[in-house]
């Protein structure tokens, strides 16, 4: 007897009990995957673009408000800081390399981030095509920059004022020119504009007369200069307890720490996500009690048959294993099915992200705990499948066939 082909069979002649089973476990699966895909990646896209940063200083306000806009990019900033003050803390003993920035243009709501070279070698960013920027008002944009707006090498563009999609005026007198496109390196480099900090100071300086923008820091003074933030690495591991204390005691700027205000993110948003992850449990025990119940009245239905199977020569351990392959077969679709639909969700969620130009999440993507699910699914379909599986196993033949 092909206990396959006699599996399949009585699946098909159940299509609605045996879409339901398939439809719930399915749904869990999906929900789970979508859930370790999405965490998975953005915990690994955050943890690299706070790679080689120890501390950041930005102007007084929410720290984590200003992770999320000097690292990732994702907030707006607490406000600007003095070059004077943030020069002083960049030849502080304890700080063994300071990478300022500059803030408050975007082009077709992409940042435009004003720094030195240091802000590319600390993500270490290879050129598709050109150069780095030499001067003021050359600018290197990233790869999803370059895809998304058309812009090519030479191309010229004005920022504009505001780090929304086109909130505010644009800098017409002052336009930025294309010299290097990045390669795609993951990072958040892909989605910025990068140029250097001057540049910042050029197209915002509208009261004074600038007639060569190489000279803009000599043409203001120490008290119109300012940066948005200031990117620190620690020359020494005593730096980690004096330096932040430091800074927000003796300065008017507020030191924040990756690591901790990351992990405090993640704190919050993994309530969420544990939330999430019950519901899709919920969903594929719902599946499993589904299974029970549909091939426990299925058990009720064919014992006639099974018996005749018995009379025919079909073993016991035939006849069980016949139920545990259906409940198999079943968490094996329904698994199958989840897996394919949790990573098309992720896809398209992607699309959904990258077109706000937000953290980049792809659904072209493998977790081994993807194996932990699909594993449960499956363990799930047997445990269903065991009772049903055990009174096949018993079946009195005689009796059975006695009562018709």
């Known amino acids: 007897m092909n206990i396959a082909a006699v599996s399949f069979s009585y699946l098909k002649a159940r299509p609605l009990n045996t879409a339901l089973n398939v439809i719930l476990l399915a749904?869990?699966?999906?929900?789970?995957?979508?859930?370790?895909?999405?965490?998975?990646?953005?915990?690994?896209?955050?943890?690299?673009?706070?790679?080689?940063?120890?501390?950041?200083?930005?102007?007084?306000?929410?720290?984590?408000?200003?992770?999320?806009?000097?690292?990732?990019?994702?907030?707006?900033?607490?406000?600007?800081?003095?070059?004077?003050?943030?020069?002083?803390?960049?030849?502080?003993?304890?700080?063994?390399?300071?990478?300022?920035?500059?803030?408050?243009?975007?082009?077709?709501?992409?940042?435009?981030?004003?720094?030195?070279?240091?802000?590319?070698?600390?993500?270490?960013?290879?050129?598709?095509?050109?150069?780095?920027?030499?001067?003021?008002?050359?600018?290197?944009?990233?790869?999803?920059?370059?895809?998304?707006?058309?812009?090519?090498?030479?191309?010229?563009?004005?920022?504009?004022?505001?780090?929304?999609?086109?909130?505010?005026?644009?800098?017409?007198?002052?336009?930025?020119?294309?010299?290097?496109?990045?390669?795609?390196?993951?990072?958040?480099?892909d989605r910025l504009i990068v140029t250097a900090y001057?540049?910042?100071?050029?197209?915002?300086?509208?009261?004074?007369?600038?007639?060569?923008?190489?000279?803009?820091?000599?043409?203001?003074?120490?008290?119109?200069?300012?940066?948005?933030?200031?990117?620190?690495?620690?020359?020494?591991?005593?730096?980690?307890?004096?330096?932040p204390r430091y800074i927000n005691n003796n300065t008017g700027m507020q030191a924040a720490a990756p690591a901790y205000e990351t992990a405090r993110l993640f704190s919050i948003i993994g309530v969420g996500v544990d939330v999430l992850r019950a519901f899709a449990l919920v969903l594929i025990f719902s599946a499993g009690l589904s299974v029970f119940i549909a091939l426990y009245n299925a058990m009720n239905e064919r014992r006639y048959d099974l018996a005749v199977m018995r009379t025919l020569g079909a073993r016991p351990a035939t006849l069980m294993g016949l139920l545990l392959f259906e409940g198999l077969l079943l968490a094996l679709i329904g698994a199958g099915l989840g897996l394919a639909l949790g990573h098309g969700f992720a896809e398209i969620l992607g699309h959904a992200l990258r077109a706000a130009q937000q953290v980049d999440i792809s659904g072209r993507v493998f977790v081994v705990e993807e194996l932990w699910v699909l594993g449960l699914a499956l363990a799930v379909g047997i445990l269903a499948a065991l009772i049903p599986a055990w009174r096949a196993y018993r079946t009195d033949i005689a009796a059975t066939l006695a009562r018709g």
């Open 198 to 243: 001057q540049s910042v100071w050029v197209v915002h300086a509208d009261h004074h007369d600038i007639k060569d923008v190489r000279d803009i820091e000599q043409q203001l003074g120490d008290d119109e200069k300012e940066y948005t933030a200031l990117l620190l690495q620690y020359a020494t591991p005593l730096a980690v307890a004096m330096l």
């Open 27 to 189: 749904l869990g699966v999906a929900t789970i995957i979508l859930l370790l895909l999405a965490t998975h990646q953005l915990e690994d896209r955050m943890r690299r673009d706070a790679q080689g940063i120890d501390l950041v200083v930005g102007a007084k306000g929410s720290p984590m408000q200003i992770i999320l806009s000097a690292i990732y990019h994702l907030d707006v900033p607490t406000g600007n800081i003095s070059w004077k003050q943030a020069l002083e803390i960049s030849k502080h003993r304890a700080v063994k390399r300071a990478i300022p920035l500059a803030m408050g243009d975007s082009y077709r709501g992409f940042r435009v981030a004003g720094t030195t070279p240091d802000y590319l070698e600390l993500y270490g960013a290879k050129f598709a095509s050109g150069r780095a920027w030499q001067q003021p008002l050359e600018a290197v944009i990233g790869a999803e920059v370059a895809a998304r707006t058309g812009l090519t090498l030479g191309a010229k563009f004005n920022g504009v004022h505001g780090l929304g999609d086109g909130g505010g005026h644009a800098h017409e007198n002052h336009p930025y020119e294309v010299v290097g496109i990045l390669e795609r390196g993951g990072s958040v480099l």
